[in-house]
Nanobody, 126 residues
Framework: QVRLAESGGGSVQTGGSLRLSCAAS????????MGWFRRAPGKDREGVAV????????KYADSVKGRFTISRDDSNNTAILEMNNLKPEDTAMYYC???????????????????WGQGTQVTVSS
């Protein structure tokens, strides 16, 4: 059984930085993409960034471009989200996910992901 475990959330002030990590375990194929998603109170879950297997092609939400960077280590089955210049609107529960087909890099939709972590809270205060 595949499992994803996130770590690295916390509380920072506006302009601060955090680094989220996602570690995958298990031997089942996890799909082509790993992604980070978030859900703020009262809002729908939204895609933040995804990264493709091997080529490491990435896609970002417009709201985080230039501030967040996603990376992955395929040999260690980990995905990282570096978050800089954080804003109060970035406050949310952040989830790591794995899955997707060969074109998963083209979309931030969460519906193509079938393995999810438990989430880690990120809080940004003004």
């Amino acid at each position: 059984q595949v499992r994803l475990a996130e770590s690295g959330g916390g509380s920072v002030q506006t302009g601060g930085s955090l680094r989220l990590s996602c570690a995958a375990s298990g031997n089942t194929w996890r799909g082509y993409c790993m992604g980070w998603f978030r859900r703020a109170p009262g809002k729908d879950r939204e895609g933040v960034a995804v990264i493709y297997y091997q080529t490491h092609y990435t896609k970002y939400a417009d709201s985080v471009k230039g501030r967040f960077t996603i990376s992955r280590d395929d040999s260690n089955n980990t995905a990282i989200l570096e978050m800089n210049n954080l804003k109060p609107e970035d406050t949310a529960m952040y989830y790591c996910a794995a899955g997707g087909g060969p074109t998963c890099y083209a979309s931030l939709s969460p519906v193509q992901y079938n393995v999810w972590g438990q989430g880690t809270q990120v809080t940004v205060s003004s």
